[in-house]
Nanobody, 115 residues
Framework: QLQASGGGLVQAGGSLRLSCAASGTFVSIGVMRWYRQAPGKERELVATAHKGAPATVTGRFTISRDDAKNMVFLQMNGLEPWDTAVYYC???????????????WGQGTQVTVSS
């Protein structure tokens, strides 16, 4: 349902843009989020994007979404070694009208920042 991409290895101070695409059968997508989980740490929320909302800047990161393409993005600038983690996209998806939304997770994409 959710496919994340765009991770990789980058030097400190560099940038990466993560993408996440929703696929399958559904009628609407609600809130979309990016989380990350570093080794030995709990998963933490990075950014949230509501449907129809403009891009939102949170520190060095900007979350945006393309509702026409069912995608969410995370632009990460000024990356630091402590940003190293697996980044997961998350979305509340309604499979059919009259049904409640369900929460879906992407498979995660590794971001590694070297010093």
């Amino acid at each position: 349902q959710l496919q994340a991409s765009g991770g990789g290895l980058v030097q400190a101070g560099g940038s990466l843009r993560l993408s996440c695409a929703a696929s399958g059968t559904f009628v609407s997508i609600g809130v979309m989020r990016w989380y990350r989980q570093a080794p030995g740490k709990e998963r933490e929320l990075v950014a949230t994007a509501h449907k129809g909302a403009p891009a939102t800047v949170t520190g060095r990161f900007t979350i945006s979404r393309d509702d026409a393409k069912n995608m969410v993005f995370l632009q990460m600038n000024g990356l630091e070694p402590w940003d190293t983690a697996v980044y997961y996209c998350n979305a509340e998806i309604r499979r059919a009208w009259g049904r409640a939304t369900s929460e879906y997770w992407g498979q995660g994409t590794q971001v590694t920042v070297s010093s």
